[in-house]
């Protein structure tokens, strides 16, 4: 698999090390989050026409928000890398790499493991896959349509 695409292979890993970045540094070493959240959210707040999206917003709802964000390339990537008929390989290893990361997160100084960012990063896993699967749908049809003609 990982000779087959060198490019996406090397793209995939340095995203993880990237993940692993923002999620397993020590709290002390690492940027307020929360901060970048909170003055994104004010300065969203200033424009009038986004009142209607920005009045449902928190610091919370961003950084989850954030989390399934983080996760969406993820899921596309592992899902070209495994392939479309094995799309529930790309899933399940995204739910034990985010599974691990809050495990791992217990033992980092300064890091909180929250069982809700679970949930979000493989919501993001979900969302990337599906995306993936819409977008190579079109060669996915190609392929088939050759195999049987």
Known sequence: MLHRHPFLSALTIGYLGLVGLVTLTPGSEQP???GLAARVLARLQRYPDLAPLTSRLSVERVEFLANIA???PLGVFLLLLVGSRLWWVALAAGVVLTSMIE???RSIPGRVSDPRDVAANS???VVG???AL???LPGTLRRRRERHA
């Open 103 to 105: 495990n791992v997160q």
């Open 134 to 136: 819409v977008l190579t």
């Open 129 to 131: 896959i599906l995306l």
């Open 70 to 72: 983080l996760f969406v």
């Open 32 to 34: 307020d989050y929360s």
């Open 123 to 125: 919501i993001g896993m």
